[in-house]
Nanobody, 123 residues
Framework: VQLQASGGGLVQAGGSLRLSCAAS????????MGWFRQAPGKEREFVAG????????DYADSVKGRFTISRNNAKNTVFLQMNSLKPEDTAVYYC?????????????????WGKGTQVTVSS
């Protein structure tokens, strides 16, 4: 299974970015997907998750109301729309593929990981 994340970059506070993650190697529509992030000197943390059908989503409290996760099963892609970005959102963002169709908001629910894409928010 391969996960290729893209869309990161440098943006000013208050701006927006849209991350994409293209998946291959298994039947994408059977599995939940998620996004995690890791800032320098901090542990990797859950950002958002989405179940196999896209009907169920979860978000970390720190991003609720600003970030939206979605998926296109026909294109084997999961997205993370990030609005009203803050400097504290600066991190490497990782796409993750879950072990099953549903998940818990924990890294242990996820089996496959992409290489990450850097998001930097300037103040």
């Amino acid at each position: 299974v391969q996960l290729q994340a893209s869309g990161g970059g440098l943006v000013q506070a208050g701006g927006s970015l849209r991350l994409s993650c293209a998946a291959s190697g298994r039947t994408f529509s059977n599995y939940a997907m998620g996004w995690f992030r890791q800032a320098p000197g901090k542990e990797r943390e859950f950002v958002a998750g989405i179940n196999w059908s896209g009907t169920g989503t979860d978000y970390a409290d720190s991003v609720k109301g600003r970030f939206t996760i979605s998926r296109n099963n026909a294109k084997n892609t999961v997205f993370l729309q990030m609005n009203s970005l803050k400097p504290e959102d600066t991190a490497v963002y990782y796409c993750a593929g879950a072990r099953a169709s549903h998940y818990y908001a924990s890294a242990s629910s996820f089996l496959y990981w992409g290489k990450g894409t850097q998001v930097t928010v300037s103040s």
